[in-house]
């Protein structure tokens, strides 16, 4: 898959995911976001920049500290900036803009943040070295640079059901995106990657009891899992969500289902410009 085409099918994806991504069952958006905002040490008056913002969960928990500040946010998605614009206008934040573009596209300038952020976003490009660079090249010298993803563990047992099942109907799954930064050691070597100083790495637990089958088929519905439940014809995705709610339901415990969502937090400071000499 060229580079298009998979910014093409990573839009589709998120465009459809967009209407639902906010519902209450991928709750854990909102504690990652808050850990990873809270983690970037912002004085308040910042201007800081979102990459990969989606709906705007990390930008609106930067916003609100930022009573100076300001964020700017970048998407590919325009379905998910419709819903981060609107849930800013829903909190009167006025301190925020976003804009839908991605790394290559992003005007922005060398040095004009103060700092820069990604939520669950840097796993999803393919040189994950690279766009840290480009990242850190808009930041300020001694501006903090924070990305969070997910462990390996996450939401363990009802993933790998999830998958084995979905591959039963011939579906084939791609290399998982979240992966490919699903550990301390790879955040470490990423920032060293970049140039990139002064790391902090968290393991955060942002897990919760799930009301049932139906909020964990919201999980799959409305998030990147959607892009393989669309490979199914209508009876094979009737067929699959009957047979995938009863392995699932086997995991609950007095009714609820332990959802299981651990967060790398990560934070780094682009170095100091060098003095002349």
């Known amino acids: 898959m060229d580079d298009q085409h998979r910014k093409y099918k990573l839009r589709e994806t998120f465009d459809a995911a967009s209407a639902g991504y906010d519902q209450p069952a991928l709750r854990f958006f909102i504690h990652a976001a808050d850990q990873l905002a809270g983690r970037m040490d912002l004085a308040g008056n910042e201007h800081i920049l979102d990459v990969a913002c989606g709906t705007g969960t990390v930008s609106l928990a930067c916003a609100e500290r930022l009573d100076r500040g300001r964020v700017t946010g970048v998407d590919l998605s325009e379905g998910m900036l419709e819903k981060a614009r609107a849930k800013a206008a829903a909190r009167r934040l006025d301190n925020l803009a976003f804009h839908c573009a991605d790394l290559e596209s992003m005007d922005f300038g060398a040095d004009t943040f103060d700092g820069a952020c990604c939520g669950f976003g840097v796993f999803f490009l393919p040189d994950m070295d690279a766009a840290m660079r480009t990242i850190a090249s808009h930041v300020r010298p001694g501006g903090a640079i924070g990305i969070s993803s997910l462990t390996g563990k996450v939401m363990e047992p009802l993933s790998t059901a999830f998958v084995e099942r979905i591959q039963g ?49 919201d999980i799959l519905w409305f998030s990147g899992f959607r892009g393989l439940l669309n490979q199914l014809s209508a009876d094979e995705l009737a067929q699959f969500r009957q047979a995938h709610r009863a392995e699932i339901e086997r995991f609950a415990s007095d009714q609820d289902i332990w959802l299981n969502v651990e967060v790398l937090v990560s934070v780094g400071r682009k170095p100091q410009a060098a003095s002349p000499t």
């Open 169 to 217: 109907f011939g579906v084939e799954i791609p290399p998982l995106s979240w992966k490919r930064l699903d550990d301390v050691a790879k955040h470490r070597a990423l920032y060293a990657a970049a140039g990139i100083g002064a790391v902090e790495t968290h393991t955060v637990q942002a897990g919760y009891q799930l009301a049932g089958f139906d909020e964990w088929w």
